[in-house]
C-alpha cells in the first residue's frame, strides 16, 4: 500500500516522534509547528494508536 504525504505532514512526523521519545517537549514542538500543546497532544495520541499510516490524513 502506497501511502503519500505532503510536505506539512513529513515535517510533523519527526516532530512528534521526537516528543514521544522525550526528546522534545510538547511545548517547543506546538510553537515548531504552529498548533496548541492540545493539539499537539492529539497527534501524538493519533500516531500511538496507528503509527505512521495515520499520520498521512493530518
Known sequence: MLVTMSNKE???LPVIQAVIEKRLRRR???????????QVQRLMNRYRESGADECSSW
Not at 517547543?28 to 492540545?38: I, P, V
Request: no cysteine; glycine share 0%.
Open 10 to 12: 513529513l515535517h510533523r
Open 28 to 38: 517547543a514542538a506546538a510553537s515548531q509547528l504552529d498548533l496548541t500543546e492540545r
